[in-house]
C-alpha cells in the first residue's frame, strides 16, 4: 500500500477519533459549553438533515419523471430516449448517497441491537461510540475516495447526457458529509424515538 492510500486513512482515523471524542463530550452534560455545543450541532443537522431529505425527494422525482419518459418514448412514440436512462441511473445514486444521510440521521438502517439491549450505562454509551466511530471512519474514507473519484473524471462526460462524469460521482462525497452530520447528530439526540426503544 503506497503512501498515497495510507494518507487519507491515517487523517481519517485522527478525525474520527477527535470527532467520537468531541460527541462525548458535548452529550455528556446538560448544561454550559457542552449544552450550548450539543444545541448548536442538533440545529445545523436540522438544516442539513432537512435538505438532504429535500435533495433525494427531489432526485427520486427526477428519476421517476425520466423513467416515465423513457417508458413513453419507448413504447408510445417508438423513439427511444438516449438521455433518460443515464439520468435515472445518476438520479438513483443521488437518492441512495443523499438518502443514507436521513436515514442515519433518523437511526432507520438495520442495526444488530443485542449487545444495546442488554447494556446499561458507560458500557452502553460506549457500544454506541464505538458504532459511531466505525460509521465516521467508513464515511470519511467514502469522502476521500469518492472526491478523489469525482476529481479524476472531470473531463469524461457521461453517454447520453453530454456532462461531466463528476455529477454522478459528486453525489458519494456529498452524501458522506450529510451522513456524517447525521450520525453525529443521532448519538448526541438521545431522544427514545427510534425503533430499539419502542419496541418492547
Not at 443515464?86 to 436515514?103: D, E, H, K, M, Q
Not at 474514507?141 to 447526457?161: D, I, N, P, T, Y
Request: net charge positive; proline share 2%.
Amino acid at each position: 500500500m503506497n503512501a498515497m492510500n495510507v494518507l487519507p486513512l491515517q487523517i481519517m482515523g485522527v478525525a474520527t477519533v477527535l470527532a467520537v471524542a468531541l460527541a462525548l463530550w458535548a452529550g455528556s452534560g446538560e448544561a454550559g459549553a457542552r449544552a450550548r455545543m450539543r444545541r448548536t450541532f442538533l440545529a445545523v443537522d436540522r438544516l442539513t438533515s432537512g435538505a438532504a431529505a429535500i435533495l433525494a425527494t427531489l432526485a427520486m422525482a427526477v428519476a421517476v419523471a425520466a423513467g416515465a419518459w423513457q417508458v413513453v418514448a419507448r413504447f408510445a412514440t417508438e423513439t427511444p430516449s438516449v438521455w433518460s436512462e443515464a439520468l435515472v441511473r445518476t438520479a438513483i445514486v443521488w437518492v441512495a448517497f443523499i438518502g443514507v444521510a436521513v436515514a442515519l440521521r433518523a437511526g432507520a438502517l438495520v442495526s444488530i441491537d443485542v449487545a444495546r439491549r442488554l447494556s446499561r450505562g458507560t458500557v452502553q454509551r460506549a457500544l454506541e461510540a464505538a458504532s459511531l466511530a466505525a460509521i465516521l471512519s467508513f464515511l470519511g474514507v467514502m469522502f476521500w475516495f469518492g472526491w478523489m473519484m469525482a476529481e479524476r473524471v472531470k473531463f469524461q462526460e457521461m453517454a447520453g447526457l453530454e456532462v461531466s462524469m463528476s455529477w454522478g460521482y459528486a453525489a458519494i462525497p456529498i452524501g458522506a458529509c450529510f451522513a456524517m452530520i447525521g450520525a453525529i447528530a443521532h448519538f448526541l439526540d438521545r431522544k427514545p424515538t427510534d425503533e430499539l426503544e419502542t419496541a418492547l
